[in-house]
């Protein structure tokens, strides 16, 4: 499981796509659980798809010993369950912007893509230090 793959890796970063989790409480609850296993994660929830299912979620998890903080940028509301962005305290002086994206799977380059990517270049041309981007 992913849980299973979490505790076992060797990395020091995780960029997650895909985590398909909305409920809030539910997201608490599992940033109880990782912190638990020496990890800090930091969810943003899925979408709520109209078959009564959930559809993307996007985290980034880093060991407990790593700092983190949010990085102030304008991600559009209904792009946040695809794109998140952290500063991760790790990889070299002074830190690194990281962030992870997960783009629409089956429609190609599509108008919800090309919007996506075209608000990924926004927020990389507005970070100040070094970057790297992850995705599925």
Known sequence: ????????????????????????????????NVRGAKWKTKFAPSDNTSAGSTSAGVAISVKSHIGVARVKCHI??????????????AMIKGGCNVITVYPWTTEGLSDNNVRLLN???TVVRSLKGPWIIGGD
């Open 1 to 32: 499981s992913g849980w299973e793959n979490h505790q076992s890796s060797a990395a020091h970063i995780r960029l997650l796509q895909e985590t398909r989790e909305a409920r809030l409480e539910r997201i608490a609850q599992l940033e109880a």
């Open 76 to 89: 559009p509301d209904d792009l946040q369950s695809r794109l998140m962005i952290l500063w991760v305290g």
């Open 119 to 121: 608000t990924l270049v």
